[in-house]
């Protein structure tokens, strides 16, 4: 290509145009691209994570539908959804929860009321299928078998859950306080607090301090976005 | 074996602090409904700390999968021992030129995977490091995530039925399985001589011994005795050519050194590999010599023998094969055995390749260009990426079109599926009658 002809090529390019041109270029070229394959993991039978994740985000919108009484509700919980689809971090396996259970205190219902079973029944559901999927990418699979165990626990907890909540629905429904209640609970919170916070700063500093690991030994990467990471000397 | 220990889970820390501040809610605004939602959370939270994994977890180990696998698959098997407390182990398994696959599988019991990955691509290759995380009940509690190195393997070369192949201008050799042009002991006729000392006397012809001696003196006495002699057979001299400086994939767009070929592309030397491995295998199943040697390397080359365990040899060398830097230009051709049949596999894209082809066969060789070049896709390419390549496109062609003008004889041998056009085009040439 001679001088002058480059000369505006390239002025070409920089101009609003030629760039736009040229990102339609690229979008084109990466649409053309075929994605690269996964390779095969013969496990037992599995579930798509994605499809983990949409159930959860079911799950959840059904939870809203419980207790919503205002648009801003519904607007929070889908924002909360899309983002823990997006970036699924555990924050948002706390954050819902706290939100619902905020809602179903300002709902007006009775001692007895459907809408409590229905919302411990989904609100854990949400959890156990957040948990389950993880901050996997939705390609990921899980087997069957690795939920099994969950399932029952989800099971057992359920029942005993249900069951204590129908035993102090009664109990309210014959005006017996529980002020007990927020003082062993304010007591849990207190020693789940020490507990995280002294093992958090363990994981932070690794399980042996200061030791470096030797060459071709195994070592703990750095934690990536995902979770995983890669070692950069390997 | 290094093992590591299981730490909280952000998860569960967050879980449990949700649960346990909806029961002081609960408990302050008076709804035992409120504070029962946090009850699950919690005691979930609390099973899995109390269950966590509380011995060190064993590293899962890697190896090559054993028996035999159907051709262009990759398979190994990853062993995950069972560990007290870890119910589920996350793994994360990559393969060259593919995404990593990320699964969670029970780990209650010593259990084996397999993992598998399809590919056309040969020579060496390091597959399948996992990374993995063992986690407890309720994710409540995880290692940190560790890795497994990957293990190499080797992919030898398909190798594809050839039936029939050229030979060179001229046989060596005192047996073999063709027929040459001097006399010995062969199998078609090639004339009817005096004895001679040496001659074996089973092949004198008596019938012509007795017509001739009544021809000369009346029927009277038997003066000369005469043989049929058979031509010799004779074995061929084939090197087998490698042009392993450049590897290029049929996306034009990763011929630079920035983007790696896919793995179900088949590269420039995978195809050569497929078609130097086909030719090896049918030259000396019949009997012949081959040897081999490398354009990229200046490492001395496989002499030429025959047999099984040089087939292997062979093999092993073409698998070796791979592109090393910039390679010195090479001044003048590598020496080959006098006779020998020349087979280049090259993808011309430039000069040299070609060079060596002329002046192997002002030599006195007979050439075999193969053009394993793939087909280009071009659809990615940007403008100023397209000319330069339609530039090369066009350099390649004039250098090949070049050849059969210096008495080189050039093959395409194409990558997908069965291809009979080159071995038409191969035994077309064995049929021609060249000159010499």
């Known amino acids: ?81 899309v983002a823990g689809l997006v970036w699924p971090a555990p924050l948002w396996l706390a954050v819902l929860p706290l939100s619902w259970g905020a809602g179903l205190a300002a709902l007006p219902l009775g001692p007895i009321s459907a809408e409590a079973p229905l919302l411990l029944a989904g609100l854990h559901l949400y959890v156990v299928l957040g948990t389950a999927a ?65 093992h958090l700063q363990r994981a932070d500093a690794g399980d042996q301090p200061g030791r470096r690991p030797a060459r071709g030994e195994d070592r703990e990467p750095n934690r990536g976005d995902d979770g995983w990471s890669y070692h950069l000397d390997a | 074996m290094r093992s590591v220990t299981a730490l909280p889970t952000e998860g569960a820390v967050l879980r449990a602090i949700a649960g346990a501040l909806l029961l002081i809610f609960g408990g302050v605004v008076g709804r035992p409904d409120v504070a029962v939602l946090g009850a699950p959370l919690l005691a979930a939270a609390g099973w899995g700390w109390l269950r966590r994994p509380s011995a ?161 003196t009346g029927g009277a006495a038997l003066t000369d005795l005469y043989v049929r002699r058979t031509f010799a057979t004779a074995d061929a001299t084939v090197m087998l050519v490698i042009d392993s400086r450049d590897e290029v994939g049929p996306d034009v767009g990763s011929w ?44 001395a080359p496989v002499v030429p023998a025959g047999g099984r365990r040089h087939l292997h040899r062979l093999l092993q060398r073409l698998v070796l094969a791979v592109p090393e830097g910039s390679p010195a230009r090479r001044v003048r051709p590598p020496h080959l055995p006098s ?28 050439v075999i260009a193969v053009d394993v070049l793939p087909a280009a896709d071009t659809g990615a390419l940007q403008p100023m990426q397209a000319v330069a390549f339609e530039i090369l496109r066009l350099e390649r062609a004039e250098r090949l079109r070049g050849l059969p003008r210096s008495g080189v004889e050039v093959v395409r041998w194409e990558s997908d599926g069965p291809d009979p056009e080159a071995a038409i085009a191969l035994a077309a040439l064995a049929r021609t009658r060249v000159r010499r």
Do not use: K
Request: with cysteine; net charge positive; hydrophobic share 45%.
């Open chain 2, 56 to 216: 060190p977890v064993p590293r899962p180990r890697l190896r090559a999968a054993s028996g035999v696998h159907r051709t262009g698959e990759v398979a190994a098997e990853l062993e995950i021992a069972a560990a007290p407390g870890v119910e589920t182990v996350r793994l994360r398994v990559g393969a060259p030129g593919h995404r990593p696959a990320q699964v969670v599988v029970a780990s209650r019991r010593d259990r084996t995977l397999r993992l598998a990955f399809d590919t056309v691509r040969t020579g060496r290759l390091d597959v399948f490091p996992v990374d993995y995380a063992a986690s407890g009940p309720e994710d409540a509690a995880r290692t940190a995530p560790r890795s497994v190195p990957a293990i190499p393997v080797t992919l030898l070369p398909r190798t594809r039925p050839l039936r029939e192949l050229p030979l060179p201008f001229r046989l060596q050799g005192l047996t073999g399985g063709h027929d040459s042009r001097r006399a010995g002991d062969g199998g078609d006729l090639r004339d009817v001589n005096l004895f001679t000392p040496g001659d074996r006397l089973r092949r004198i012809d008596w019938r012509v011994t007795a017509r001739r001696a009544g021809a000369s």
């Open chain 2, 339 to 366: 006779g020998a049949l020349v087979v280049l596999f090259s993808t011309f894209l430039d000069d040299e390749a070609a060079t060596m082809a002329v002046l192997w066969r002002s030599a006195g060789h007979r």
């Open chain 1, 134 to 198: 993880g901050r996997m990418p939705p390609a990921g699979r899980v087997e069957w078998a690795a939920l099994a165990p969950t399932a029952v626990r989800f099971v057992a907890l359920q029942a005993t859950a249900q069951l204590v909540g129908w035993a102090a629905g009664m109990l309210r429904e014959r005006d017996v306080a529980a002020p007990g209640v927020a003082i062993v609970a304010a007591a849990l919170l207190a020693a789940a607090a020490w507990w995280a916070a002294g």
């Open chain 1, 1 to 81: 290509m001679s001088g002058p002809r480059a000369a505006a090529r390239a002025t070409a390019e920089r101009t609003l145009g030629g760039a736009a041109a040229r990102r339609v270029r690229l979008l084109r070229a990466v649409g053309r691209e075929r994605p690269r394959p996964h390779p095969r993991i013969e496990t037992g039978p599995s579930v798509p994570v994605g499809f983990l994740r949409v159930l959860q985000a079911i799950v959840g919108l059904g939870c809203t539908a419980v207790v919503a009484t205002s648009d801003v509700q519904w607007l929070f919980t889908v924002l909360a959804l």
């Open chain 2, 256 to 299: 630079g050194d920035l983007e790696q070929p896919r793995q179900d592309d088949a590269t420039s030397l995978d195809i050569a590999r497929e078609a130097a491995a086909s030719l090896a295998q049918h030259y000396l199943e019949r009997g012949d010599r081959a040897g081999m040697e490398d354009l990229g390397r200046s490492r």
